[in-house]
């Protein structure tokens, strides 16, 4: 009697790791996005909260009227004397054409980022040739 595996054996073996090697690959990637999202949401609320400190303080949300990605578009609130932000959030993958979206007048503000999981629309582009997905303004307002 000859001891070893059969070629059927191995095949099945190695179809089994392929299936599992696959199945962790697209979870771990649905996670990383998941994480990316929830990262998104959680600066939001940092640049919100710095913007309503800002806001009880001088009475405007900002001295005029800004458009544009968030760190050119809110300087003043952590650059003052009296930090509002310790730094500036980035997107998590602003390297690779990502980023925040704001639009600050005296009296609102719309910050818009694009969700990997999101869809619809609600501000300007939030990521190169793409439509923000996700903003929120004062009073805790979420949209769309």
């Not at 009475?59 to 009227?65: F, R």
């Not at 509002?84 to 600050?104: A, H, Q, V």
């Amino acid at each position: 009697m000859k001891k070893g595996f059969t070629l059927i054996e191995i095949l099945v073996v190695v179809t089994i790791i392929v299936l599992m090697t696959a199945t962790a690959v697209v979870t771990y990637s649905a996670f990383l996005k998941q994480s990316r999202d929830a990262k998104r949401k959680a600066d939001l609320e940092q640049i919100r909260a710095a913007l309503e400190m800002y806001r009880s303080n001088n009475d405007a949300y900002y001295p005029g009227t800004m458009t544009g990605d968030c760190p050119n578009a809110v300087y003043d609130i952590y650059t003052t004397p009296i930090k509002y932000i310790e730094s500036m959030p980035l997107d998590p993958k602003s390297g690779t054409g990502y980023y925040y979206r704001c639009n600050i007048s005296t009296g609102d503000y719309t910050l818009g980022t694009y969700l990997e999981n999101g869809s619809g629309s609600c501000l300007g582009t939030c990521k190169t040739g793409v439509q923000c997905n996700y903003c929120v303004g004062p009073y805790g307002q979420t949209y769309p």
